[in-house]
């Protein structure tokens, strides 16, 4: 079954790591995103790629950093500049921007 | 960006209709209106588009007004599973636009 998988469901890290979630797609999209959501909050967009070796920043780019060196794969790095790092993090594709997203399950991640 | 308006929250019977509605009164003529739903401790997905005709699939129908400045999307019969979070988002076709998330309305259905 194509679709996007995020790994791993939830991951805890001590204050000052860095961390990097995975995003894998087999879904041959173009674009990818990664949107960070708090709780009772909607989504907000940290970083998008439209192709593979190219990526923007978002809203709310801050603290993260993105890599897009196969089509496949979106990781997300979160950095100790990350102030608020404890959140949901969801990734998506579309087969372009600005067409239907399909999202993976997400990473709750808790930094304490 | 056009932005859109949505209740906080909705409540629902289950087998009842239910009726969501979102203004977005800035639309521009590209302006395409996606719904999205996220269940809980879920990412969302996907429930319906359309530009100026009512649309309808397995899921949903979505209703546009003719000036295009609202638009409602209508559950036929709300079940348990269809509380969620349900945004409504504008975007216009073109490549390099982004869909923007708000709050969303949270639909709660009771048995």
């Known amino acids: 079954d194509g679709g996007i998988t995020q790994s791993p469901k939830y991951l805890f890290r001590k204050e000052g790591q860095n961390v990097t979630l995975s995003c894998e797609q087999n879904?041959?999209?173009?674009?990818m995103y990664w949107y960070r959501q708090d709780p009772g909050q909607g989504l907000r967009l940290i970083y998008y790629s439209q192709i593979v070796n190219d990526f923007q920043k978002g809203d709310i780019a801050e603290g993260y950093s993105v890599s897009r060196e196969k089509k496949e794969s979106f990781p997300l790095t979160v950095t100790s500049a990350q102030k608020n790092p404890t959140a949901f993090y969801l990734c998506?594709?579309?087969?372009?921007?600005?067409?239907?997203?399909?999202f993976g399950n997400g990473t709750r991640l808790t930094v304490t | 960006d056009a932005k859109t308006t949505q209740p906080n929250s909705m409540e629902s019977n289950e087998e009842e209709p239910v009726h969501l509605p979102c203004n977005h009164s800035?639309?521009?003529?590209?302006?395409?209106i996606h719904w999205y739903r996220q269940l809980p401790s879920q990412g969302p997905e996907y429930v319906i588009h359309g530009l100026t005709s009512n649309v309808n699939n397995r899921m949903a129908s979505l209703a546009i007004a003719e000036d295009r400045k609202s638009s409602t999307l209508i559950l036929h019969r709300a079940t348990l599973r269809d509380a969620a979070v349900y945004y409504c988002?504008?975007?216009?076709?073109?490549?390099?636009?982004?869909?923007?998330f708000g709050g969303g309305t949270r639909l709660m259905v009771k048995p």
């Open positions: 879904l041959n999209h173009d674009a």
């Open positions: 998506a594709s579309s087969i372009s921007t600005g067409k239907t997203l399909h």
């Open positions: 988002i504008l975007a216009s076709n073109n490549a390099g636009n982004m869909l923007t």
């Open positions: 800035t639309i521009s003529g590209t302006d395409y």
